[in-house]
């Protein structure tokens, strides 16, 4: 994380435009942003231009700085950061300037999820969640809810095993994971032939393939090459079965690409677990 | 009465008492071969494979895949082999230096780079070009080396094995996903006890085979296909089920076999100058268990199934008829010295007597028979109770058994699952004995005298022989 | 005529055709009939399946509709428990599938069981121990009193061993010498650790081959705690006995006490200073080092490659020698009567 000397300030239709930029990029990489907007509660606007030279000195690159029409606030928008890095990153704020130029302050938090959240909405939701004035020095924040959902993800499962029963057995666990803003798209394959010419795997949708080390046709190492060789292969998450306890094969799977090995038999509720665990891992 | 119509009858009787003889013989190896396989028919054979799939209990194996242009047929079967559900195993194909692309497919395929592998020529071999080694397979290696047939390059394979027990798969076969597994099964459970054990070989023509995997059992339209899988079903009901059982078994299947290492190397590897390298590798190794007192067995195992891909037109079948039956006989030619000797147990007195006399001279005395038969027609009088006699043993010895081992094949193993196959099977059986059979007996008649020419002009045949047993002990 | 029998050919020809005709009419009618049950079993489990995963997952009783109601559908159920047993293992659902089998299949399997096919009666042993049928025990037991096969013996000591672990020492000490090494490590391996430990209590009761598999078992299991009782059989006799102890001390990876490891490195045998030799990986540097030298001055070729490939230290990329690897997979019955370096037989 380098540190800018200074950052840039911007404004107007050009925060519009960036505004946007990053919320496509927040649906993409499935990666939270966070909005802060601060204000000074007195309305006084040279005590807030001094945080903003503060704000420049400490800000990360990626992070943007900017003013609105009402010279007393400053907003920052904070990409790849949910609200508890947002609430860090005051706490931080706070404690680098305990002077004159900190306080006090009226802060909003609102986390960026959702493609039809606009900026303008954004700062409006935040402006009306602000807290009374309370006239003690620091930082005052307060979390605001967009009141708009997650946008619920869909996500693929691709459960590969030559054993009709099983891949059934696997397909009902899988289907009955409950998890908030998650779909799941379950498919099961009999070889590896099938999955690979399916064009099952071509979208965009992260994708979680559960397999057996033994498939006919094409078998579970090769499928895991085809899938790693794939250009945007960071959505597959590849969990692989075997019978064959042995160490060598499974240090040459992980170092193929595999997240995960399961030793037959295995406990469903941990293969269970593990699944909801790489789910919940997809928004962050 | 004349002289030819002594010679009539004498040969008239020789060929009755001969056939009903052979006919005896296979009627007493089918019984044993239906009882053990009425005894495990229902056998749910998944419970065994899940016992030995632990790699603990089994033992890892190399597989050894020899390659002269096969690169039509290859990648399927190297991907057959990459499926096979066993715990440990190393893949080499040995390309012996063919001329086709053999090479280049496999290593484009398998994504292959130079590497290097450590080698330990206990036999002595043409020499190594090149290895590689897959990036996608971490056990699957290609060795190129110079032409010097197959039973080099399977010496090449065993100097490259890594394990202590190899498989040889033909390049052109494929083997079901527990295969390998099943052919272990007596060799792991006997402590080792057994050092060889060979597969059921089924025909593959007619079936959908994607990436090595055979989907659907279906039958090839093609009569001369359908015959030679009634062929094999007679060859494994009739002969090595039951030789298997009393440790006899001198033919196990080059396409599909596996041998412990170090009694081959012991026996001095791969014979490279015979045409029937598969076989004599058998006779050789019994003869050693034998001579050496090793105690050792050699074991046929009817269910893991290796499917092959039989030839589709006469003239391929023709030489490999031919191919096999010189084979045949040299190989018994080379060890002729166990030939009914109490030396060599149960195998000199019993198994290389029956391949002499059964299926070594068998087609000549049954093509005698056909001769005979037409002769006493034209001769007309007595003569036609001769051949009256000899057809029906012939229709006996064809149709019969034919029908029988069709028959018994789909109730035990039931490869095809519909009975309209079936019946085609047995449909066809019926005109066996007026064009299949008499053709490839010709065929190995032909193979007979071939080889008959080949060793004389060998000269000194014992050489073989001896430096096989003496083995690596130089 | 000189008598040659036509009628009679005849005669047995017609005979044989009418056999095959009657085989074939018999074998199209079963085929017919388990092409039917195939049916039903694949739509009752296609019925089922909800009701089977709601029943194995959760706690309760299952429904009727589970209860299989002919043999099709016992078959059915037997391949869903299979899979299960098989694949999956879970809180819970190996006695709810023992308390169902148990109560719905049991008879199935006891007819199964006193029925003249082996190959059924050995499917219905693997089912009682895989499912866990612990009523069908005592026929079991009533089933060892007869004659049977070395395969149904095995299984059935398996079956005792799952059932009776406290008593199954007790009661079968003594048929255990009766196995393969094989199958003898098989159930030595799955023993539980008390049965398992009071049998190594029993040691000296043991056959010689029940003794190899046992210590080898102890390698396998990588379990030091044995390690005290590994040193004490190296004090036998037998050549064959210390060869196995040192070669669980290398699958365990643990390198004995001074006294045996010199005792090994001393040894006239040379498979036990081959097991030496492969340890030196794991001793201290400086010993490692004196015991490379002592070894790669040794007679044989196998223990002064095994010092070589020591000393070079070569690296993880380069494969085992194969040599070097394929005496240490051996189990084998040639490695007595053949020196591999091919000198000739006359090293032991």
Known sequence: ?284 | MTSIHIAMQVFGVIIFLYMAAVILSYSIMFVLAFRTLRRERSLDRRELDARFVDAFYSKPVTILVPAYNEETGVIATVHSLLNLDYPQTELLVIDDGSKDGTAAVVIEQFDMVRARKSVDPQLATKPVKEVYRSRIHPNLWLIRKENGGKGDALNVGINFARYSYFCTIDGDSILDESSLLRVMKPIIMSDGKVIAAGGNVRIVNGMDVEYGAVSSTKLSGKPFVVMQIVEYLRAFLMGRIALSKYNLVLIISGAFSVFSKKPVIRAGGYNTTTIGEDMEMVVKLQRMLKEDKLGGRIEFVPDPVCWTEAPQTISVLRKQRRRWHQGLLESLWAHRKMTFNPKYGAVGMISVPYFWLIECLGPVIELAGYVYVITAFFMGGIYYEYAVALVLLLVLYGTVFSMGAVLLESWSLGTFPKIHNVFRMMLLTLTEVVWYRPLTLIWRVEGLVRSIFRISSWGDMERVGATGTKGAGK | MIGLPIEWIAALIIVLVVALAVFTLYMVIERHRENKRTLLAATYLNNNRIGWYDYLRTDGVPEDHLIPRNDAEVKAVEELFRMLVHNVKEDGMEERISGFANRWMSGFYRKKLNGRNWGERMNALYRIYDFGIDSLTVDCRDMAKKSISEEEFFLLLLIDMKFYPETFVRDNLLELCALSANDAKELLFRMQEATFEETVCHFDELELTIQYALVDVIGMKLDATYVPFLETQFNTKDSELRIRVLRAYNSLGIVPVVTVYEAAVESDVWQERHQAAKMLKWLPQQSAVRYAAHFEKDDMFLVREEAKLFSTASSIEDQVSPLVAAAAEDEGWLLDTQSPDGKGGDQI
């Open chain 1, 1 to 284: 994380m380098s540190i800018r000397k200074n950052s840039e300030v911007i404004e107007g239709a050009f925060f519009r435009y960036v505004f946007n930029l990053l919320r496509a990029n927040v649906l993409r990489d499935r990666r939270t942003m966070s909005l802060v907007l601060l204000r000074e509660e007195r309305g006084d606007s040279r005590i807030a231009r001094m945080l903003k030279e503060k704000l420049t000195e400490m800000l990360r690159e990626k992070d943007v700085l900017f003013e609105t029409e009402h010279p007393d606030e400053i907003g920052l928008l904070l990409p790849n950061s949910g609200k508890e890095e947002a609430v860090g990153f005051l706490q931080r704020l706070q404690k680098v300037c305990p002077g004159m130029e900190c306080g006090p302050f009226q802060a909003a938090i609102l986390e960026v999820y959702h493609p039809e959240l606009t900026s303008e909405n954004a700062l409006a939701i935040c402006r009306k969640a602000m807290a009374e004035p309370q006239g003690q020095d620091g930082i005052h924040f307060v979390h605001v809810e967009s009141g708009l959902d997650r946008p619920v993800l869909e996500v693929k499962v691709s459960i590969l095993d030559g054993d009709r029963l099983f891949r059934e057995l696997l397909q009902m666990a899988v289907e009955r994971i409950d998890l908030a803003g998650v779909r799941l798209q379950v498919r099961t394959f009999a070889d590896g032939l099938v999955l690979s010419q399916s064009d099952w795997t071509d979208s965009w949708h992260p994708h979680l393939v559960v397999m057996s080390d033994v498939l006919p046709k094409r078998n579970g190492l090769d499928v895991l090459h085809e899938l790693r060789k794939m250009p945007n292969q960071e959505k597959f998450t590849i969990l692989m079965m075997t019978r064959h306890n042995s160490e060598e094969d499974m240090i040459y799977a992980y170092e193929s690409g595999t997240d995960g090995y399961l030793l037959k038999p295995f406990n469903l509720r941990l293969f269970e677990a593990q699944v909801k665990r790489m789910l919940a891992g997809l928004w962050s």
